[in-house]
């Protein structure tokens, strides 16, 4: 069995799309799977959604995406895991090659990534540069991850001291077993947090990570671009 892992903290706008991406594409899989959304805590209509969509729904109160996705794994039944965030569509192709890869030997992987929306100069630059340097050390992105539930549980699951990275130190513990796989084509993700916060606010936030490195990384009031709890509202007609 496959099984979707999806974290949820108030995505009642996003999780609909996430959900109907992830059905299509283990369909397309043809094979036997389940969607866990762990709800974190949400105070709109994130759990009805998923519920209504066929998903079994963890509820827990945690406030850290490492925790939150590993509890997803304790409650997950199946032997292959795909970390999927609600804010991120899969396709078909995602799903396959992912499976591929694991039954060709490769411990884990993920996917390179592109936004759902136009965004600014600055920020295209900046992913730019960012995917050139992360995905040349074939890191994975938490947004989009799979592999096997040995693996996953040898490698000591999502790194808990860490309010964000943590995907960075799994694919790095993934890696001491064995060969890990960046996909070709690409996830779509949000680009909310650009639509949501200014240039100077987002560059201020990931500087303070680089020059304070791990420290930045266990401290959840230093990552307000990840734990504001901001939401967009929908565009009505």
Not at 114 to 119: E, G, I, Q
């Amino acid at each position: 069995m496959l099984s979707f892992i999806v974290p949820a903290y108030n995505e009642e706008h996003e999780l609909p799309g996430a959900l109907g991406s992830i059905h299509a594409a283990a369909h397309a899989a043809d094979e036997p799977y389940e969607i866990i959304v762990v709800n974190d805590d949400s105070n709109d209509a994130t759990a009805d959604i998923a519920e209504a969509a066929g998903a079994r729904v963890v509820n827990v109160h945690l406030r850290q995406i490492a925790a939150v996705r590993n509890a997803g794994a304790r409650a997950a039944w199946g032997e292959i895991f795909f970390f999927v965030d609600a804010d991120t569509r899969i396709a078909p192709v995602h799903v396959t090659a992912g499976l591929q890869a694991l039954a060709t030997g490769f411990a884990g992987g993920s996917a390179r990534l592109v936004l759902d929306s136009a965004v600014p100069f600055w920020a295209r630059l900046f992913l730019r540069v960012f995917c050139t340097i992360y995905f040349a050390a074939n890191l994975g992105v938490g947004a989009f991850m799979f592999m096997r539930r040995e693996s996953f549980e040898t490698a000591g699951g999502f790194d808990e001291q860490y309010f964000a990275g943590e995907e960075m130190y799994l694919t790095i513990a993934l890696k001491k077993s064995g060969r890990f796989k960046i996909l070709r084509d690409p996830i779509t993700t949000s680009a909310r947090k650009v639509r949501m916060h200014s240039g100077r606010h987002v560059f201020r936030q990931w500087a303070g990570m680089m020059l304070s490195g791990k420290r930045s990384l266990r401290r959840r009031d230093r990552l307000g671009l990840w734990y504001d709890g901001k939401r967009e509202q929908p565009v009505r007609n």
